[in-house]
């Protein structure tokens, strides 16, 4: 299974990037995707996850309504359109599939399988 993260970069306070997640590897629409993110110094936390078929959507409090997370099962891709963005948000951003079987489902890393290597980005003030 691989999961390859990219669309990372420096942007300025108050810009976009949309980070894409590619899977392979893996039965992709049977898997709930997440995604989190790991700021220097800080612990890795959850940023916004889906399932697979059902559209419900689960997200950070600190990234509501500003980042908002989307997957094209027949491209095997899931998506992170972040807006307003914020110096808080650099991080690096990494993206997670899960069974969703655990209780730990959505939030927890518990739950999710595999995992990508990350993508870096960097919000200049």
């Known amino acids: 299974v691989q999961l390859q993260a990219s669309g990372g970069g420096l942007v300025q306070a108050g810009g976009s990037l949309r980070l894409s997640c590619a899977a392979s590897?893996?039965?992709?629409?049977?898997?709930?995707m997440g995604w989190f993110r790991q700021a220097p110094g800080k612990e890795r936390e959850f940023v916004a996850a889906?399932?697979?078929?059902?559209?419900?959507?689960y997200y950070a409090d600190s990234v509501k309504g500003r980042i908002t997370i989307s997957r094209d099962n027949a491209k095997n891709t899931v998506y992170l359109q972040m807006n307003s963005l914020k110096p808080e948000d650099t991080a690096v951003y990494y993206c997670a599939a899960s069974t969703a079987a655990s209780s730990a489902w959505p939030r927890g890393q518990f739950a999710y399988d595999f995992w990508g290597q990350g993508t870096l980005v960097t919000v200049s003030s």
């Open positions: 889906m399932r697979w078929s059902v559209l419900v959507t």
């Open positions: 590897g893996l039965t992709f629409s049977t898997y709930g």
